[in-house]
């Protein structure tokens, strides 16, 4: 059964859903999302921390992991992930803490100097890709231009359970794909609608 308030997944996933219905452009943001995501993680490494840990990997290499903002976001990322759905979040939350992990090891074999060419590279490639994705075959305004806080929070959590949907046909609950699309479907003819009356 769905749950209601800040965890409302069917209202969440509808509103992301109804940005994109597109193959192609979800493809794209399949593509895209999680890479901007570990390269936030890969210029957070190098915010002021409280503690670090150092880590021996692969016999000779080794990760310094930073409990700073990176380590913050990637918990709270993590926990909102599991209540949103258990089984799908609690796999999010894993892959949240491996970028946490990948980001740390490549910010400590990069260093600052490098790291930040690294992530303005990797986010304007992957920013530009999904805008691509929105006006080229959506058609359509990125969510964030409504929603910023849905729009960044959600984005890594939906790439993943539309590929868990796609590729395995996983639903938080029996029913959940048919009511989710019900709601994108509306969201979407409402949306079409008013481009209609604005345009007349």
């Known amino acids: 059964m769905g749950k209601t308030g800040l965890f409302d997944l069917e209202k969440h996933f509808a509103f992301y859903g109804a940005y994109h219905s597109n193959p192609i452009n979800i493809a794209i943001h399949m593509i895209f999302v999680w890479p901007i995501f570990f390269t936030a993680l890969l210029i957070l490494y190098f915010t002021p921390s409280i503690f670090n840990v150092e880590l021996s990997l692969f016999g000779s290499s080794h990760v310094v992991l930073a409990f700073n903002v990176g380590f913050l976001l990637t918990l709270i990322y993590s926990l909102f992930y599991f209540f949103l759905d258990a089984k799908a979040g609690s796999l999010a939350a894993l892959l949240c803490f491996i970028c946490w992990v990948g980001s740390s090891f490549l ?13 303005l590279v990797a986010q304007i490639v992957c920013w530009t890709g999904q805008f691509i994705g929105h006006g080229v075959f959506e058609k359509r305004a990125p969510a964030l231009l409504d929603n910023l806080a849905q729009a960044f929070i959600m984005a890594p959590f939906f790439v993943l359970l539309e590929a868990l949907q796609s590729f395995f046909d996983y639903e938080p609950y029996p029913g959940f794909h048919a009511i989710v699309q019900a709601k994108v479907d509306a969201e979407i003819t409402d949306w ?9």
């Open 107 to 119: 910010g400590c074999r990069l260093g600052f100097s490098l790291a930040w060419k690294v992530v």
């Open 192 to 200: 079409k609608d008013k481009k209609q009356r604005l345009v007349s």
